[in-house]
């Protein structure tokens, strides 16, 4: 299995509070994406970064923020969470040499 | 734009055969699977690659029709292990990365 963990694995938090979302890996790919899945929509590209300091948006990117500092770590930040944004999310890598994607445990966050 | 998948659901019997399709209205560059099985994380099955190389899964197929912007997904001989809901991601613009994903199809597999 792809080295990726994400942090935290559970959260709830209220409306307008900021959450920030941990992806890291292992593997030294260089793209890393956020997904967010949510039952009838299928799996839904937030944002994605390919390399460090280099992301760029995805197709729900409204109400979120990424940051890539170090290879290993992708950020997520909702700035203020809004109970919209209650969904399970998914990072994944991709890159090491290859072109599949390699998904993450997931983080359900839920916005009361 | 999501590519549109059918069926939406599937019920098998073990060992009987499956199809599931992927389209998309505009031209594709790449067509990946996945399987993700209840409260886990997606798993890559395959990739299809425009031109015709295709990586992935020894005991699934596909295809990519280019020309229609269609792939489909062979499942043969089913396993209760290939139940789960399988997506179908598409990259465009020479992009294999930034992949837009169906809303899956459910695949359900009986003894």
């Known amino acids: 299995d792809a080295g990726i963990t994400q942090s935290p694995r559970h959260k709830v938090t209220e409306t307008g509070t900021p959450v920030t979302l941990r992806c890291h890996q292992t593997?030294?790919?260089?793209?890393m994406y956020w997904y967010r899945q949510d039952p009838g929509h299928g799996l839904r590209l937030i944002h994605y970064s390919y390399g460090v300091k280099d992301t760029d948006k995805g197709e729900v990117s409204d109400g979120y923020s990424v940051s890539r500092s170090k290879t290993e770590d992708f950020l997520l930040t909702l700035e203020s969470a809004t109970s919209s944004q209650t969904s399970v999310y998914f990072c994944?890598?991709?890159?090491?040499?290859?072109?599949?994607?390699?998904f993450g445990p997931g983080t359900r966050l839920t916005v009361t | 734009q999501q590519p549109v998948q059918s069926p939406q659901a599937v019920i098998l019997r073990e060992g009987e055969d499956a199809v599931i399709n992927c389209s998309s209205s505009k031209a594709l560059y790449s067509v990946h699977w996945y399987r993700q099985k209840h409260g886990e994380a997606p798993v890559f099955l395959m990739i299809l690659l425009k031109g015709g190389e295709q990586k992935g899964h020894d005991k699934i197929s596909a295809s990519f029709n280019e020309k229609k912007q269609q792939s489909s997904l062979y499942l043969t001989a089913s396993q209760l292990s290939y139940s789960g809901t399988y997506f179908c991601?598409?990259?465009?613009?020479?992009?294999?990365?930034?992949?837009?994903f169906g809303k899956g199809t459910l695949l359900t597999v009986n003894p």
């Open positions: 994944a890598i991709s890159g090491g040499g290859g072109d599949e994607q390699y």
């Open positions: 991601g598409t990259g465009r613009g020479g992009s294999n990365y930034k992949l837009t």
């Open positions: 593997e030294n790919h260089r793209y």
